[in-house]
Antibody, heavy 120, light 107 residues
Framework: EVQLLESGGGLVQPGGSLRLSCAASGFTFSSYAMRWVRQAPGKGLEWVSGIRGSGGSTYYGDSVKGRFTISRDNSKNMLYLQMNSLRAEDTAVYYC?????????????WGQGTLVTVSS | DIQMTQSPSSLSASVGDRVTITCRASQGISSWLAWYQQKPGKAPKSLIY???SLQSGVPSRFSGSGSGTDFTLTISSLQPEDFATYYCQQYSTYPLTFGGGTKVEIK
């Protein structure tokens, strides 16, 4: 059974940093691209970032480019999102999601999410 | 960026009703469209990919159709567990983009 478990969310001040983690199990982690998708309170879904199975290619949404960094450790089945220079508008539940393959863009499994609140 | 526009933004329906949600892309995306269901306080759940392929375990009352820029999600006979918000997503081009959502409520 595919399982994705996010952690690392919390309250952070504007301008601060936070690192999200996603522990994956139940599948061959290195064979799949992974994504981060967020949802601001009461709002819709927004794709944040993606990374290929090998980690060799990464992708970012315009709103986080230059501030967020996605990475993965295939030896530990872990996905990460380093978030720097956080803004109030980054407040959201952040979901880790598995791609259907190594580059499709369709997310077939989702974690339960972790809440990030950016506020002074 | 490709904009995804869903309509309606909300609808009220009764158990047993046939429900149709539309999604329009601002430019052609071939068949690279997915649909997700989300219930309050829960993570999204994958329903349909490549316009019309059902994710494993999804009931057959859900179906998808379309191509190019216009797509639909149909629930043939609405069940109590189907009351939720539905999102379309294009994965033809980066950045990946979602529609604004359609909330299906009980009439």
């Amino acid at each position: 059974e595919v399982q994705l478990l996010e952690s690392g969310g919390g309250l952070v001040q504007p301008g601060g940093s936070l690192r999200l983690s996603c522990a994956a199990s139940g599948f061959t982690f290195s064979s799949y691209a992974m994504r981060w998708v967020r949802q601001a309170p009461g709002k819709g879904l927004e794709w944040v970032s993606g990374i290929r199975g090998s980690g060799g290619s990464t992708y970012y949404g315009d709103s986080v480019k230059g501030r967020f960094t996605i990475s993965r450790d295939n030896s530990k089945n872990m996905l990460y999102l380093q978030m720097n220079s956080l803004r109030a508008e980054d407040t959201a539940v952040y979901y880790c999601a598995r791609d259907w393959g190594d580059s499709s863009g369709y997310c077939d499994h989702w974690g339960q999410g972790t809440l990030v609140t950016v506020s002074s | 960026d490709i904009q995804m526009t869903q309509s309606p933004s909300s609808l009220s329906a009764s158990v047993g009703d046939r429900v149709t949600i539309t999604c329009r892309a601002s430019q052609g995306i071939s068949s690279w469209l997915a649909w997700y269901q989300q219930k309050p306080g829960k993570a999204p759940k994958s329903l349909i990919y490549t316009t019309s392929s059902l994710q494993s375990g999804v009931p057959s009352r859900f179906s998808g159709s379309g191509s190019g820029t216009d797509f639909t999600l149909t629930i043939s006979s609405l069940q109590p567990e189907d009351f939720a918000t539905y999102y379309c997503q294009q994965y033809s081009t980066y950045p990946l983009t979602f529609g604004g959502g359609t909330k299906v409520e009980i009439k």
